[in-house]
């Protein structure tokens, strides 16, 4: 079993930067993909980005790249999202996800295995 609490969402004026957090607890989990993903209000969950706990190697989605940078700290078990430059629409709920084996290129919610509660992104214009 693998526990992620998010934290750091907040309002934000566009333009603006925000980093999240996803701390990781639980059973061994050097061998996880961990992702964030994103839900905009009547809309259905999105891929963000994710990275290879071991290895480091990231992956972003087309929309958030060049913007946001995953990253992770292992001696602190933590998981990141650096945003920068934000936009109205990258307003949602950010969730930050585990998945055991596999490539940081899936994208699919219902590949992961385990979820946080979530954290509250508002950007306004």
């Known amino acids: 079993q693998v526990q992620l609490v998010e934290s750091g969402g907040g309002l934000v004026q566009a333009g603006g930067s925000v980093r999240l957090s996803c701390a990781v607890s639980?059973?061994?989990?050097?061998?996880?993909?961990l992702g964030w993903f994103r839900q905009a209000p009547g809309k259905e969950r999105e891929f963000v980005a994710a990275i290879s706990w071991s290895y480091g190697t990231t992956y972003h989605a087309d929309s958030v790249k060049g913007r946001f940078t995953i990253s992770r700290d292992r001696a602190k078990n933590t998981m990141y999202l650096q945003m920068n430059s934000l936009k109205p629409e990258d307003t949602a709920v950010y969730y930050c996800?585990?998945?055991?084996?596999?490539?940081?290129?899936?994208?699919?919610?219902?590949?992961?295995?385990?979820w946080g509660q979530g954290t509250q992104v508002t950007v306004s214009s």
């Open positions: 639980g059973r061994t989990f050097s061998s996880y993909v």
């Open positions: 996800a585990a998945r055991q084996h596999g490539v940081v290129a899936i994208t699919t919610p219902a590949d992961y295995d385990y």
